[in-house]
């Protein structure tokens, strides 16, 4: 299993692909940091995604990798997660290397297992390169400060978050969000086993997310919701912008867990019965 | 069960409502060089996959070395197999394609016969540049490289010369020989009809998913009676190949005699002919594996 780990992280990390995605995940941070420091005076008159902790921003360096997460996690990390599960089964089948893997005495159940588990560790590597590159660059234009959160802004308790609380609170939210992306991990490696086409597989991953956020949309529809891998994506912010950390955390946590469970399952079930075509 | 490197015991494999091999028995035996011969859709290729634990069966066994296949078969360890075209990871160098693919595994590069594989690929430097800069023709030498790294005791080979020039078609002949003749058994699927004529002791002939004929390449070549043959003396020749059973429709045909043998073997009319003061200087099938090939297929189809 050590090897087959190994063996698929090396191929994950070599490829130019995935060098290029860790260099925007990079990036798009500091352009972040940059609008907002542009947008310094205006902050305030924003009210759309990100808007809160927009407001709060331009007080602490810290509070940046939180305003980064908020605008990534929904889209550009999703379709990261899609990008590295997605991939990994329906990526090489297309290549027509997947035969020559199965080939070898090799189980399949642990060949699914060790790519789930190398597009995970990806997943959250790429999560936390987001987080330190804000933290970075935050950090270089905004300083490193604690935090005053205005009562009158968001009707909460004036209070001030030390940074010591901050840091702590960014580790939980960088892990939260990483976490929050293993259904599409999961989802993402169950279609890479259905199909030999990678791109069919990632574009399926993103659009049962879609649909998931349509489907939350629906107020009416109640509890069914609370399944959704979408519902409790954005608990987290209340840690930045109330200085409060929210029950749901550990309820997006155990949906998370339950999607890995099912489709992670249902990934291995299939593989280990699917003849290879390709 | 059998401890026949290859064993296929009324296997069926079907895709939905289409049957791709239906009910085909056969087995290759320790160092025979056996041809796996069909027309394009005879099922070949399936066989070949559910061999070497690609595809399950429908119906009936497959074995390697007396133990049945499955999934990561523990025997699939002593079988090199090249399955259509030779692919691997194309952002990796050839040379790293081979490491990965053996440590998938469980085993240490040191353990491979590394010398050997690099020496047939005949890569040179190209063997640490990346996969996607080679041809099909490299491709398909890194992937004879590939299949040999484990000293495999029996090779499966589908199309193998596929995307080769001819000088390569000659080296990959040879190599299979050598190997066959080091106590390598091979099965090996091929369109180059001439190419298996050369190559193989044995053949497995295919058409619609079932089994055709088997046996050895000489008896399937000779299988339509055909004969040709030159000696010293064509007219004493002509009378005494009239007086043997079996045998008919003697004429001369430029330098010999061309005639029809029905029951015996070539050997038998050799042995009467120099029993009777005759010097035989050629005897061969009127016929070559093509010509055979196509008749048992167009005789399969008429049925």
Known sequence: MIALLRIELYKQIRRTRTLITFGVLIGLPLLIVAATKAREKRVGQGARRGGRLFVLAKQSGLLMPAVTLELMSFLFLLIVAAMFAGDSIAGEASTGNLRYVLIRPVSRARLVLAKLIVALALTWAATFAVSIAALGFGVAFFGWHSVVLPSSLFGGTAAAVSTGTLLSHLVTATMYVAFSVTAAVAVGLFFSTLTDSPAGAIGATVGVYIVSSIIDGIDPLGVLRYGLPTHYSDVWSTMFTDNTTSHDLVAGVVVQCAWLAVFGSLGVWWFRRKDIKS | ?303
């Open chain 2, 1 to 303: 069960m059998s401890e026949s490197p290859v064993a296929v015991m009324g296997l069926s494999k079907r895709f939905g409502s289409v049957s791709a091999v239906n009910d085909l028995s056969f087995t290759v035996e320790p160092g025979q060089v056996c041809g796996l011969l069909g027309p394009n859709g005879a099922g070949k290729t399936t066989t070949l996959r559910v061999l070497v634990g690609l595809q399950r069966p429908s119906a009936g066994r497959v074995a390697l070395f007396g133990q049945p296949v499955s999934f990561g078969a523990p025997q699939l360890l002593r079988v090199g197999a090249l399955i259509e075209t030779a692919a691997f990871v194309p952002h990796l160098s050839g040379m790293t394609n081979l490491r990965l693919w053996w440590e998938a595994g469980g085993r240490h590069l040191d353990e491979a016969d590394t010398e050997t594989a690099l020496a047939i690929a005949g890569l040179g430097d190209a063997v640490d540049r990346k996969v996607r800069t080679y041809s099909a023709g490299m491709k398909q030498r890194l992937g004879f490289a590939r299949l040999l790294l484990g000293r495999p005791e029996l090779l499966i080979l589908d199309e193998p010369t596929n995307g080769l020039d001819p000088g390569e078609i000659r080296e990959i002949r040879q190599l299979l020989r050598r190997l066959a003749d080091g106590g390598a058994t091979v099965l090996v699927s091929s369109h180059h009809l001439s190419e298996v004529e050369q190559t193989c002791t044995h053949a497995v002939v295919m058409n619609h998913g079932e089994l055709v004929t088997q046996g050895l390449v000489s008896e399937i070549v000779g299988a339509n009676h055909g004969v040709y043959l030159e000696v010293d003396d064509s007219d004493r020749a002509l009378q005494i190949l009239g007086s043997i059973a079996g045998v008919h429709g003697a004429t001369v045909e430029g330098d010999g005699i061309a005639l029809q043998q029905e029951s015996g073997s070539r050997s038998d009319l050799v042995a009467v002919l120099v029993a009777a003061g005759l010097r035989v200087e050629t005897i061969t099938a009127q016929q070559g594996l093509e010509e055979a090939f196509l008749d048992l297929i167009e005789g399969e189809e008429r049925r």
